[in-house]
Structures are given as structure tokens and as C-alpha cells.
């Protein structure tokens, strides 16, 4: 089955822009597009707001104004349109399901305070099982131009960061971008060693040669397996997000992985997304994995 790219739409500047990019990025794919509404029918005796009839014909009428803009650009773009009658966050998930991707718009107040995400965002991304990406109000095709990399975050074991990696490649793979891989690593407590964990260290020789060569195990198979992607494999000393963040700077996408399990508390978006999700310039894709 062919899974679309789904832009969520609520007529916002930030939510065209992510229609944009979305478009931008089924046409790459050779992908379809759906575009689709959240819609609730709530009464309101403060002020005329129409019956439920009058409110969907509103709301679906938005919905394919926005679709238009897509399709007046690209006419060759298979794009589909639908209002999904459920509250914002349920509906969003739902449609996330059955998508390659769910692109979301997000508030910006200029190119280096990065996203405002709300309350919907947040949670879309924690129930979320595909990849969410958020875009911001006044992102520009000019973002994505030639020099500028897929920086994606890598940690752990080589499976902990596969599906980021690979939704970095696949996305390289289809801009002709180069991906940036970036591991960060810090210096554990003494007493964290163990008899054989020194000897791993003394073979690699020491901690940065050992982080290295964790780094090139992860990137190995996406290397193989896409062999026209170039790699920049980068390993640095400190916080995961300050690393990213400072890598971000160059880049026209920002990949980071989420634990999807859930917690007494629901499903956590993870310190480092979260980072970047509000201090990042650049459209950011959060990927679930295990």
C-alpha cells in the first residue's frame, strides 16, 4: 500500500507553509498528497456560528482552498482533501497511521528562536507511530537549496537510531542532500565502568576513537544500502541537543528519534526532540522507534 504525505491544515500561516513543504516533499517521493481538517461540531449561542451543516461546509471549503494552493503549483501532484470529524489530537493521530508522514505547521518569531509548538503538537508527536514533522510560518523552498544537510541525531546501539537513519537517507536520497550523522557523547561516572567495557575502550583507544566506531557501525548498512547519499559522520563532546542544535545551523532538515513506549504518564517526546523542536530554525521530523 502507498502511504501519502498528510499535511494537517487550520488555515494558519504556519499550517500553509506546511502544506508547502509537504507538497515540496510528495512531488520529491513521487508520493500523494492528503490534505486533511480537524472538525468538532461545537454550538455557540454567543454569536452566529451556523448549524453543524453550515459549519462543515465551512470547514471543507478551507480544507480545499488549501489544497488548491498546492495544486496550482503542481499539477501532475495526486492530492486528496478530507475533514476528519474528531477532536484536533485524535484525528491528527489517526491520520498519521495510515501516512508516509504527518507534516504540522508550528509558530516562529524569527529564524533562530525556532518553533512555539502547542499543546495539539505536542501531543500528536508523543501518540504518534509515523514521523511527524513540524514546519514553521514563513519556511521557504530557498531553505532547502544545494549545500545545506540532513542532520540527523544518532545514539546508542546501531537498531536504537535506525529508523531516524533511515528516514534521513530516504529523505537525502530524494533532494540530493547530503546527510550529516551526529553522535554526541559525554564522560560517564567512573564508577559506570565495568572490567569489560574497559577493554572495549582500550581496544578502541579511548572514548572518542570508541564513539567513532559506534557511529560507523549505525551508518554502515544506510551507506550500503543508499551508495549516492554522501555521509558526513560527526562525533562531538557534550549535551545531544547542544551538538544538534549547533549542527542545525547548517541544516534544511533536523531528524531526531522518540521512544515510543508509553509511561503511567503517557508517551514522553524525549529531552532532545524537545530541544529541537522549539530552538531549531529548520523544519524538524521527529521519528519514533522502539
Same mark, same amino acid.
Given at each position: 500500500? $502507498?502511504?501519502?504525505?498528510?499535511?494537517?491544515?487550520?488555515g494558519?500561516?504556519?499550517?500553509?507553509?506546511?502544506?508547502?513543504?509537504?507538497?515540496?516533499?510528495?512531488?520529491?517521493?513521487?508520493?500523494?498528497?492528503?490534505?486533511?481538517?480537524?472538525?468538532?461540531?461545537?454550538?455557540h449561542e454567543?454569536?452566529?456560528?451556523?448549524? +453543524?451543516d453550515?459549519?462543515?461546509?465551512?470547514?471543507?471549503e478551507?480544507?480545499?482552498?488549501?489544497? +488548491? $494552493?498546492?495544486?496550482d503549483?503542481?499539477?501532475?501532484?495526486?492530492?486528496? $482533501?478530507?475533514?476528519?470529524?474528531?477532536?484536533?489530537?485524535?484525528?491528527?493521530?489517526?491520520?498519521?497511521?495510515?501516512?508516509?508522514?504527518?507534516?504540522?505547521?508550528?509558530?516562529?518569531h524569527?529564524?533562530?528562536?525556532?518553533?512555539?509548538?502547542?499543546?495539539?503538537?505536542?501531543?500528536?508527536?508523543?501518540?504518534?507511530?509515523?514521523?511527524?514533522?513540524?514546519?514553521?510560518?514563513?519556511d521557504?523552498?530557498?531553505?532547502?537549496?544545494?549545500?545545506r544537510?540532513?542532520?540527523?541525531?544518532?545514539?546508542?546501539?546501531?537498531?536504537?537510531?535506525?529508523?531516524?537513519?533511515?528516514?534521513?537517507?530516504?529523505?537525502?536520497?530524494?533532494?540530493g542532500? $547530503?546527510?550529516?550523522?551526529?553522535?554526541?557523547w559525554?564522560?560517564?561516572?567512573?564508577?559506570?565502568?565495568s572490567?569489560?567495557?574497559?577493554?572495549?575502550?582500550?581496544?578502541?583507544?579511548?572514548?572518542e576513537?570508541?564513539?567513532?566506531k559506534?557511529?560507523?557501525?549505525?551508518?554502515r548498512?544506510w551507506?550500503?544500502?543508499?551508495?549516492?547519499v554522501?555521509?558526513?559522520e560527526?562525533?562531538?563532546?557534550?549535551?545531544?541537543?547542544?551538538?544538534?542544535?549547533?549542527?542545525?545551523e547548517?541544516a534544511?532538515l533536523?531528524?531526531?528519534? +522518540?521512544?515510543?513506549?508509553?509511561?503511567?504518564m503517557?508517551a514522553?517526546?524525549?529531552?532532545?526532540?524537545?530541544?529541537?523542536?522549539?530552538?531549531?530554525?529548520?523544519?524538524?521530523?521527529?521519528?519514533p522507534?522502539p
Open positions: 500500500m $502507498t502511504r501519502p504525505i498528510t499535511a494537517g491544515v487550520d494558519s500561516e504556519e499550517s500553509l507553509a506546511a502544506l508547502a513543504w509537504a507538497g515540496r516533499e510528495a512531488e520529491r517521493r513521487g508520493l500523494p498528497l492528503r490534505v486533511v481538517g480537524a472538525w468538532r461540531f461545537e454550538p454567543a454569536f452566529e456560528a451556523g448549524d +453543524r453550515t459549519q462543515l461546509a465551512r470547514v471543507r478551507a480544507v480545499d482552498e488549501a489544497a +488548491r $494552493t498546492v495544486t503549483r503542481r499539477p501532475g501532484l495526486s492530492v486528496t $482533501t478530507a475533514v476528519l470529524q474528531d477532536g484536533a489530537v485524535d484525528a491528527l493521530v489517526g491520520a498519521a497511521a495510515e501516512a508516509e508522514m504527518l507534516v504540522l505547521g508550528s509558530r516562529g524569527g529564524a533562530f528562536v525556532g518553533f512555539l509548538v502547542g499543546s495539539v503538537g505536542q501531543r500528536v508527536i508523543a501518540a504518534s507511530e509515523r514521523p511527524v514533522v513540524l514546519v514553521r510560518a514563513g521557504a523552498p530557498a531553505a532547502e537549496a544545494a549545500g544537510e540532513i542532520v540527523v541525531g544518532q545514539h546508542g546501539e546501531p537498531e536504537d537510531s535506525a529508523p531516524a537513519l533511515r528516514f534521513a537517507f530516504e529523505t537525502a536520497a530524494a533532494r542532500a $547530503t546527510v550529516r550523522v551526529v553522535r554526541a559525554t564522560l560517564p561516572p567512573v564508577f559506570a565502568y572490567p569489560g567495557s574497559l577493554q572495549l575502550l582500550d581496544e578502541a583507544g579511548g572514548l576513537p570508541y564513539e567513532k559506534g557511529l560507523a557501525a549505525a551508518v548498512p551507506r550500503e544500502r543508499f551508495p549516492d554522501p555521509v558526513v560527526y562525533v562531538e563532546m557534550g549535551s545531544a541537543g547542544q551538538v544538534l542544535l549547533s549542527a542545525a547548517r534544511q533536523m531528524v531526531v528519534g +522518540r521512544r515510543s513506549h508509553r509511561t503511567a503517557g514522553p517526546i524525549g529531552s532532545v526532540a524537545h530541544a529541537m523542536l522549539h530552538h531549531a530554525a529548520c523544519p524538524v521530523a521527529v521519528v522507534h
